[in-house]
């Protein structure tokens, strides 16, 4: 140290570094970058912002790296450089010293950049959204409006959505080019399971895309009928205290109030109660529901499933409600619904009213299923976030399915086009070993733990699904991040990078002396 004011300024260790950096070359330069640095040194000096100093520095240490030159050969001596570093930690709000910025932080910034710069040079071609596609979907939709003579007007409500799902495979094959061999195989699967898709479901699927992840969900191929094993049925006697009603959890049920859907997914974990013909069940059977939950004091949260919650009329659905928040230790209510991604047409003002009022009185909250991108339109979005005004939540329960969804980019591209969408994704299960049906959809557990850890440090922490699988309730498959336990320290990996931090434990003696606990000790 010297006597000079200007040292009185003490350098962090970042600073302190970057100037060893700065100085310690041997080299010498004299081209024009370095008469391009005299330009920023110049502003930098006269400036009041932070900018023109870190542009500065970051050039400088390029060219003193590039070199091999020290800074005091380029003409900046120690005492300039150190005048610059005091004005920009002085300026900047935070203290931010420049080493922290120039030489931490903005490496930190770009090696984080890198991570995520695949996903965002591919994810339009791997994983595009039905926004991205929607010049397309609207061709597509005009197609199959004119194959099956469905008026714009008829296309924007719900029952003729329904009423025109395609169900059979020569309807199929008039609305979608699929090749002569694949429709004959559809047509043996369809002999014994259902199909339905909306027309608005099927303007989704692109066109001569093999394997598009719409298709995939919504249309049964061979391996259906062909997969060999035993089916384990969902859901069996002993899981049903009462009609409707399925019960794992001592305060959480559902009510399972129809067996139909808009459409029958190919990987649907409730085959064996989707297969047969639809019903919305009968008042005196949701009677007897919510007289279970009435009379069970334990029980604070319902969960209206199907099937599809929102198959339910809007005077069935508002009675139903009604009903539930008569019951006063019931204190929350969630609808389980994939309508709003299969036929958005439904979401209609009485409905929205419907959820709106019951809200009022406890929180409802909406769980759909949205599996891909491309399931989320403007039209889908749309829908979503009129729903999102009028509930507590609205959530995504994802199935991590092969071909669809079981990639880094498309799980990513999923979780944040649904968390702009105004949808927050919850649950992503991982494909259920209860039916051979869909067996050949599923995805090992540890590519799921792959693709659900790589999302750590990457997306939004509240775009990030918790991974489960169903097994008699559902339960966390997530990779554990803690290495070990030692002298005191949890030492954890940072999934997004692989380093591994320290991370000092709560001290355990501290923890269990009650005595001496804050206002405690002044008794
Ligand atoms: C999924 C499910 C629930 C709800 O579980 P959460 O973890 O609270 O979302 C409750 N009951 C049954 C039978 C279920 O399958
Ligand atoms: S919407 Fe849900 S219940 Fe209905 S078929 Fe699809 S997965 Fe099954």
Known sequence: MNEKPIDEFQLDSFTKNLFEDLLSGTGNESGESAAQLKDQYQQAVETELTGPIVRFFKQLLELTRETKASAASLGYSREQLLDLAKKHVDIDEHGVTIGGRVGRALGIARDAVGRVENYLEKRLEEAPSGIDLWEQIQENKDRISKVMGISEDDWNRFPKQLHYAINDTSTLSRCINLPEETIKDVLRVTQ?????????????????????????????????????????????????????????????????????????????????????SDQVFSKAALSEAVEYIRNNKNIRDVLITGGDAFILPNPTLRWLLKELDSIDHLEVKRLGTRIPVTSPQRIDNELLDILAESNEKGPVRVVTQINTAQEITPVSRDAFKKISRNVAAVLNQAVLLRGINDSIIKMWHLCETIQSSYVRPYYLFNCSFRNPEFAHMRVPVQKGQDIVESMYGNISGDAIPRYIATAGGKVPLHRSNIVEFKDGKVVLKKPWSGEIAEYPDADPAVYADDNSFAFKKYE
Do not use: W
Request: net charge positive; charged share 20%; proline share 8%.
């Open 192 to 276: 014994k399971y259902r199909m339905r898709l909306t027309p608005y479901y099927a303007s989704l699927i692109m066109p001569g895309k093999t394997n598009d992840p719409i298709l995939l969900q919504s249309v049964p191929t061979g391996e259906m009928v062909d997969n060999v094993g035993i089916e384990i049925p969902p859901v069996a006697s002993d899981h049903s205290p009462a009609r409707l009603i399925d019960q794992f959890y001592s305060r959480v049920v559902t009510i399972k109030v129809t067996n139909m859907c808009a459409m029958y997914c190919t990987h649907c974990l409730r085959l064996a109660h989707i297969g047969k």
